[in-house]
């Protein structure tokens, strides 16, 4: 098999593994509830999730909600008369982010308070769906978004200025659910998988008694379903983007020929008027302008979303000819990543990986292998 399919087929099936609606249906199977359940798929991989839980309830499911991204949901669900679909804005929230907080809080007045309900969280929850405190406003909230995002803000720091500023995140939504019995299972796109962190939290910290939760999927599961033939690295790729990506080809330059794996959640600090891409096009492209003519390395650099930044390309798998194959199309690999452009030469050397939705959200893998 030739290395860079190698490489892709080692992607996919690390996707595969953390996929939602296989997570969401076992997680449910080994659980063995069988009672009606009113389900609250919310995220990226929000359709995904509920696939699972819809596998295994059928019947049973009484209601749901589901709130995904923008283009992150097919028809199939919406024809059922007990489910609602709205589709939101991801990254950036907008109008739209803020009618499916109010769907969201009117959904929950309106179900029985004696039947139990299903939360099934993953990432994306965050700008997918909000309600705002008193004295916040959409534009002030897309401002202080994107300020964080420009300046490189990890989601941990992103997501504590989001519980502030919301009505329903850091558990506040509590106050919608009553008594009921409440379940979650989660899909974690943080460091250390934390619930808190995850979408906000809009269930966490947790307070009623009758209450259980659970992580379905994580980058770590992902990382061990590659694992089996390659080293998975014990170090979280965080922090400034080309810093990480030259550690990584160092590392691959001086070890024995192999597979490696790391996990990543890496920032990127945009200038004013940022070009194509999205953190891992900018990794991928960092790491091919340290690559040497003699250097039989390559590396795929992605998310597992399906998506990267505001692109619909997931990342990029690049070699030691990736940059004189960008040149070929008069295209410059230094001005590309210094103007937040890394999609526009990646597309012409060749390299973007796109995958279109994939049904989970465990942050960003990369994968180095060297010859």
Not at 148 to 174: F, M
Not at 204 to 211: D, G, I, L
Not at 224 to 243: H, R, Y
Not at 310 to 319: F, K, N, P, Q, Y
Request: negative net charge; glycine residues 10%.
């Amino acid at each position: 098999m030739k290395p860079r399919q190698t490489l892709l087929e080692l992607y996919a099936t690390g996707l595969a593994a953390v996929n939602g609606e296989q997570a969401v249906y076992h997680a449910l199977q080994a659980s063995g509830k069988r009672d009606p359940l009113h389900v609250i798929a919310i995220g990226k991989a929000a359709e995904a999730m509920f696939s699972g839980a819809w596998r295994y309830l059928h019947d049973k499911l009484a209601s749901a909600l589901l709130i995904t991204k923008h283009g992150h949901v097919s028809t199939a669900f919406a024809a059922l008369d007990n489910v609602q679909v709205i589709e939101s804005a991801h990254p950036v929230p907008d109008e739209s982010s803020l009618q499916a907080g109010l769907a969201l809080i009117t959904y929950l007045q309106n179900l029985p308070e004696d039947e139990a309900y299903l939360f099934l969280i993953s990432g994306g929850t965050s700008s997918l769906v909000e309600v705002l405190e008193e004295g916040w406003t959409l534009e002030r909230l897309q401002e202080t978004t994107q300020e964080l995002l420009a300046n490189g803000a990890s989601i941990h720091e992103i997501n504590t200025v989001r519980r502030s500023l919301s009505r329903i995140k850091g558990g506040k939504l509590w106050q919608y659910l009553g008594t009921c019995p409440v379940s979650c299972l989660l899909i974690s796109d943080v460091p250390d998988d934390d619930p808190a962190v995850i979408g906000s939290g809009l269930l966490f910290p947790a307070r009623p008694e009758n209450f259980d939760w659970q992580i379905v999927a994580s980058n770590q599961q992902m990382l061990a379903a590659m694992g089996e033939n390659a080293v998975i690295m014990p170090d979280f790729l965080e922090g400034n983007v080309e810093s990480a990506a030259q550690t990584c080809i160092e590392h691959l330059r001086n070890s024995d020929p192999g597979i490696y794996l790391w996990g990543a959640e890496t920032t990127v600090q945009l200038p004013a008027n940022p070009g194509r891409g999205g953190r891992n096009q900018h990794f991928a492209l960092a790491a091919a302008l340290q690559l040497r003519p003699d250097d039989n390395i390559l590396l795929l650099a992605a998310g597992t979303d399906g998506t990267d930044g505001v692109t619909e390309d997931a990342g990029a798998l690049v070699d030691n000819g990736t940059t004189q194959r960008g040149n070929y199309q008069n295209f410059d690999p230094v001005d590309c990543l210094q103007r937040a452009d890394a999609g526009t030469f990646l597309d012409a050397s060749g390299d973007l990986i796109h995958t279109g939705p994939t049904g989970t959200n465990v942050m960003d893998v990369i994968i180095g292998l060297k010859l």
